[in-house]
């Protein structure tokens, strides 16, 4: 496995660390190839419950794509450049946005381009309070091609995303946070434990339980309120036969009288 992504695992958490410092880790085609095969071998690994993805270093989570090798793409042409780039980015994100264990982003830096929708693509994301973020390809003459044109309005609403898609400039944590596009800020020294804490209390329910909840809103953002109630109905139902539902229900049950009296509000039974 190419050291262009470093991964470590304790305690059922895998950190996949982007580790190329010395160009602010930027994507090149042969780090997205090692995420992909990464989060493979992590799928398949049922003792991992849960992965963390970082920067190496403390300058940067990502500062995008590889610009010297997507140029020599372009220089090929449209069917080279989507090819290469494009399709290859693209499976990156859906990967990770579709993956069936929680995927939480650790923004230690800079995460632009590239490296910002990595984190749009995560399920969750804690950032430092040094993470800075931009959209920055409308400067290079083109939009978004890893799915940013498409998530961050999802995240963010339409107009915030424009703002970020459209400027190109460069916004904070804080305002990161107020877009929906990561859940927590906390002091740099503080990211990985906070990380850590995320996964952790995710990884005490069942494996079952955790895949089904994020297939089902993953899938249903994408489709009308009717198809993604089928959805969630699907996956409750692969849910029934479970140890885990049953279990559940037998120590809820459990701690619980038999008899009680009538509720003061009518709906504490539902």
């Given at each position: 496995?190419?050291?262009?992504?470093?991964?470590?695992?304790?305690?059922?958490?895998?950190?996949?660390?982007?580790?190329?410092?010395d160009?602010l880790?930027?994507?090149?085609?042969?780090?997205?190839?090692?995420?992909?095969?990464?989060?493979?071998?992590?799928?398949?690994?049922?003792?991992?419950?849960?992965i963390?993805?970082?920067?190496?270093?403390?300058?940067?989570?990502?500062?995008?794509a590889?610009?010297?090798?997507f140029?020599?793409s372009?220089?090929?042409?449209p069917?080279?450049?989507?090819?290469?780039?494009?399709?290859?980015?693209?499976?990156?994100?859906?990967?990770?946005?579709?993956?069936?264990?929680?995927?939480?982003?650790?923004?230690?830096?800079?995460?632009?381009?590239?490296?910002?929708?990595?984190?749009e693509?995560?399920?969750?994301?804690?950032?430092s309070?040094?993470?800075?973020?931009?959209?920055?390809?409308?400067?290079?003459?083109?939009?978004?091609?890893?799915?940013?044109?498409?998530?961050?309005?999802?995240?963010?609403?339409?107009k915030?995303?424009?703002a970020?898609?459209?400027?190109?400039e460069p916004?904070?944590p804080?305002?990161a946070l107020?877009?929906g596009?990561?859940?927590q800020m906390?002091?740099?020294?503080q990211?990985?434990?906070?990380?850590r804490t995320?996964?952790?209390?995710i990884?005490?329910?069942?494996?079952?339980?955790?895949?089904?909840?994020?297939?089902?809103?993953?899938?249903?953002?994408?489709?009308?309120?009717?198809?993604?109630?089928?959805?969630?109905?699907?996956?409750f139902?692969?849910?029934?036969?479970?140890?885990?539902?049953?279990?559940?229900?037998?120590?809820?049950i459990?701690?619980?009288?038999?008899?009680?009296p009538v509720?003061?509000?009518?709906?504490?039974?539902?």
């Open positions: 496995m190419t050291d262009r992504v470093l991964c470590e695992i304790t305690d059922t958490i895998a950190t996949l660390t982007l580790n190329r410092p160009k880790n930027a994507i090149d085609y042969a780090m997205a190839d090692a995420i992909l095969a990464l989060l493979d071998r992590v799928e398949a690994d049922d003792a991992i419950r849960a963390i993805i970082t920067g190496a270093g403390d300058r940067a989570f990502s500062a995008g590889d610009i010297h090798q140029a020599s372009v220089a090929q042409g069917e080279a450049a989507v090819r290469d780039f494009v399709r290859r980015g693209q499976a990156m994100t859906a990967r990770i946005e579709s993956f069936c264990k929680p995927i939480i982003t650790a923004v230690n830096g800079l995460a632009f381009g590239g490296g910002c929708e990595i984190v693509a995560s399920h969750l994301s804690v950032a309070n040094r993470a800075l973020f931009a959209k920055p390809e409308i400067k290079l003459g083109m939009l978004p091609t890893f799915g940013g044109s498409q998530r961050l309005p999802r995240l963010a609403g339409r915030r995303a424009l970020a898609l459209l400027t190109g916004f904070s804080a305002s107020e877009m596009l990561v859940n906390v002091p740099h020294n990211l990985l434990t906070a990380a995320l996964a952790a209390t990884i005490r329910h069942t494996p079952q339980a955790v895949a089904a909840t994020l297939a089902a809103a993953t899938r249903g953002l994408n489709m009308d309120i009717a198809a993604g109630l089928l959805v969630e109905s699907e996956q139902a692969r849910l029934v036969s479970t140890a885990g539902l049953h279990a559940g229900l037998k120590a809820w459990g701690q619980r009288p038999l008899s009680r509720a003061a509000h009518p709906l504490e039974h539902s």
